[in-house]
């Protein structure tokens, strides 16, 4: 390869070389945390139940019921404690 065939492939990654270190910069740039918003809440446990149950997945319907269930169990052990509380 003659010297100047060299030069001109080592010009050309160069330049991508720079392109490329530019276009970095100006993504990491880009990505930088603002500072002053806030991140969304993060949804519970049931709050993700909740949605799965109302998708159309395989078996989500399962899921809802689960939660009925569960809603069943709480009003249930509610009531017990409700009347636990009031015996002396």
């Known amino acids: ?30 990505c930088g945390g603002g500072g002053s918003e806030r991140p969304p809440p993060e949804l519970t446990q049931r709050e993700r139940d909740s949605i799965l149950a109302q998708s159309r997945l ?4 399962g899921v809802g019921a689960a ?14 404690d409700s009347i636990a509380a009031s015996v002396p």
């Open 1 to 30: 390869m003659s010297m100047r065939r060299h030069a001109a492939r080592v010009g050309t990654l160069g330049r991508t070389a720079a392109g490329l270190a530019v276009a970095m910069a100006a993504l990491f740039t880009g």
């Open 67 to 80: 939660l009925r269930a569960q809603d069943r169990a709480t009003g249930a052990n509610a009531g017990v």
């Open 58 to 61: 395989p078996h989500a319907s």
